[in-house]
T-cell receptor, first 111, second 117 residues
Framework: DAKTTQPPSMDCAEGRAANLPCNHS???????VYWYRQIHSQGPQYIIH???NNETNEMASLIITEDRKSSTLILPHATLRDTAVYYC????????????FGTGTRLTIIP | GAVVSQHPSWVICKSGTSVKIECRSL??????MFWYRQFPKQSLMLMAT?????????EQGVEKDKFLINHASLTLSTLTVTSAHPEDSSFYIC?????????????FGDGTRLSIL
């Protein structure tokens, strides 16, 4: 599975959009980009995933560049409850494949 | 949405005790479950892959005789930490992937915080 690179930490003001980048320059054609987050002392929570098209759900939007070498997770109106570590993971077949977690981005929402 | 239940959420026990942690998929069938361990301020590290009806696959450096995994049904996997010692204190998390070949995100339990005195 392709390796991902994320900034170690980011701050965002409450109510503003939080944009979390992820580089995955070695991604292959059959690999999807998945995002999870982990709030302190809880298990990771699935957020969104995509292959090449932009995706949106009730939690977030995912923007994938045309060359698929990077992506951005967007939380449109960040709240204090969005403070967490966000993980970007690239994987080809999700349900039964093991996940490799990097260090993620620690997002802090500032009141 | 899919829910994975993990029990207990918190356990404190004496050194030398064996501790069993359960991971259940509540509304879907999971042929594969994964067990992770997370130390403070670190990321999740995969310990083993649990396959229903077969032996678990352990990651390098994880002792299979110390961390016993059983996946007897499509909705339940257990991790037993045998003869636990203080260095086994950690946050243990399971995840489950559904069956059927349909692309489905893995869902995680809320973890078990294990403290060995």
């Amino acid at each position: 599975d392709a390796k991902t690179t994320q900034p170690p930490s980011m701050d965002c003001a409450e109510g503003r959009a939080a944009n979390l980048p992820c580089n995955h320059s070695t991604i292959s054609g059959n690999e999807y980009v998945y995002w999870y987050r982990q709030i302190h002392s809880q298990g990771p929570q699935y957020i969104i995933h995509g292959l090449k098209n932009n995706e949106t759900n009730e939690m977030a939007s995912l923007i994938i560049t045309e060359d698929r070498k990077s992506s951005t997770l967007i939380l449109p109106h960040a709240t204090l409850r969005d403070t967490a570590v966000y993980y970007c993971i690239v994987i080809s077949n999700f349900g039964n494949e093991k996940l490799t977690f990097g260090t993620g981005t620690r997002l802090t929402i500032i009141p | 949405g899919a829910v994975v239940s993990q029990h207990p959420s918190w356990v404190i026990c004496k050194s030398g005790t064996s501790v069993k942690i359960e991971c259940r998929s509540l509304d879907f069938q999971a042929t594969t479950m994964f067990w992770y361990r997370q130390f403070p301020k670190q990321s999740l590290m995969l310990m083993a892959t649990s396959n229903e009806g077969s032996k678990a696959t352990y990651e390098q450096g994880v002792e299979k005789d110390k961390f016993l995994i059983n996946h007897a049904s499509l909705t339940l996997s257990t991790l037993t930490v045998t003869s636990a010692h203080p260095e086994d204190s950690s946050f243990y998390i399971c995840s489950a992937g559904s069956t059927g070949g349909v692309r489905w995100p893995q869902h995680f339990g809320d973890g078990t915080r294990l403290s060995i005195l």
